[in-house]
């Protein structure tokens, strides 16, 4: 089958969506599956990096605008679906054009528009709740990365009556493994840390479902009850639209030394030294369609505490801590784990042979699969 995956809504940054269509088309490029993928120019010569093998379709660069992208797709995408011969399109963020939904797989990444409305803005919950309802009423088929999701779907968004599959993420393993001692020392001594003294690390984008100010109230509990044997806390990612974390990690800054750091976007490379060097990953989400976070520290063999909530215990399983996403919870359950060394070094090691059952190949299958449902 023909098949054109439409890899235009790849942010710059590389984060999210880029993360997931980089995976699944290096699996199924290494199944020796080929697509068409539509992409702008900037993005060919990373994605052909990340997975080559397949024909990248150039489309204009006025799509680099969303509201421009958003009328493409309607309009133009279905033209090139034409011109391209292909069978069937892949849209893997929410959206899709109408007139080729029953030719249509559609990514729904998560059902926190329905579950967490007040972790979005407005216009922006509305826009994609109309979407997730369309793709599951028009779509041919729909594509979820856990079984939380598709059970949260079922639950907020009614129904469907077309195959809803389970396509896990994986996880880059040339990235993302336990980082040699050498690889640590160079982070810290970029940004300035002492390995002795260690750190503790977020990551992901800066977004009210990922509770970052009960962390940083924990985080300061913690700093006074136990002055010499808390580490700083570093946070890398975006900042997005949590108003009261980003304001106190623009006043925190990225200053040497100080017990909050926020140390913005991290190059792909040095991701696996900031979190398999860590003393700990926190990822306190409260609402999670997957967590790859969560699943690339546990590769990185790093101690990871996260919450029991949706989809993290479905990626965690026993190999990671949890922790209720208050102040209270993570304080508690942060405070146990720096208390115990033989803890961290046991999760670390079951995380990172937890994480070798998530793999791009098998997500890969399972769009395969989706891909070919008659």
């Known amino acids: 089958m023909r098949v054109l995956v439409d890899a235009t809504s ?13 995976g699944l088309l290096s699996g199924l490029s290494d199944a020796g599956v080929r697509v068409r993928v539509a992409v702008k120019a900037e993005d060919v010569a990373w994605l052909r990096e990340q997975a080559p093998g397949h024909r990248f379709v150039r489309v204009p660069s006025a799509v680099s605008r969303r509201p421009v992208r958003l009328l493409w797709e309607q309009v133009g995408l279905p033209l090139l679906l034409l011109r391209t011969r292909s069978e069937l399109l892949h849209s893997p963020h929410y959206t899709f054009p109408l007139v080729l939904a029953s030719r249509t797989v559609v990514t729904l990444h998560d059902a926190t528009f329905f579950s967490a409305p007040e972790d979005h803005g407005r216009l922006k919950g509305a826009f994609f709740r109309l979407w ?9 088929s729909t594509v979820v990365p856990s079984r939380a999701t598709a059970a949260e779907l079922e639950v907020h968004a009614g129904r469907t009556h077309h195959p809803v599959r389970v396509a896990h993420h994986g996880v880059d393993r040339m990235l993302f493994a336990p980082p040699a001692p050498g690889d640590v020392a160079a982070f810290a001594l970029q940004h300035g840390l002492d390995p002795s003294r260690g750190w503790l690390a977020f990551l992901g984008t800066v977004e009210p479902r990922k509770n970052l100010p009960a962390l ?16 700083p806390l570093l946070v890398a990612g975006g900042l997005g639209w949590d ?9 925190a800054g990225n200053t040497p030394g100080a017990d909050l750091r926020y140390l913005g976007y991290l190059p792909l490379a040095s991701l696996g030294a900031f979190l398999g060097g860590s003393t700990a990953v926190i990822y306190p989400s409260s609402a999670e369609g997957f967590g790859l976070p969560v699943l690339e520290a546990m590769a990185a063999g790093a101690t990871v505490l996260t919450s029991p909530r949706l989809a993290l215990p479905e990626v965690g399983g026993d190999a990671v801590a949890y922790a209720e996403p208050t102040e209270d919870g993570i304080h508690v359950e942060l405070a146990d784990l720096l208390a115990s060394p033989d803890r961290r070094a046991q999760l670390a090691a079951l995380g990172e042979e937890r994480a070798t059952l998530f ?16």
């Open 132 to 140: 997730t309802r369309l793709a599951r009423t028009l779509a041919r």
């Open 216 to 231: 940083f109230r924990a985080h300061r509990r913690l700093r006074t009850e136990r002055p010499g044997s808390t580490p």
């Open 359 to 374: 793999t791009w190949a098998a997500c890969a299958t399972v769009h395969v699969e989706a891909y070919t449902q008659r």
């Open 243 to 251: 108003q009261e974390a980003r304001t106190l990690l623009e006043a």
């Open 10 to 22: 790849l942010p710059p940054t590389r984060g999210g969506v880029a993360r997931y269509l980089a």
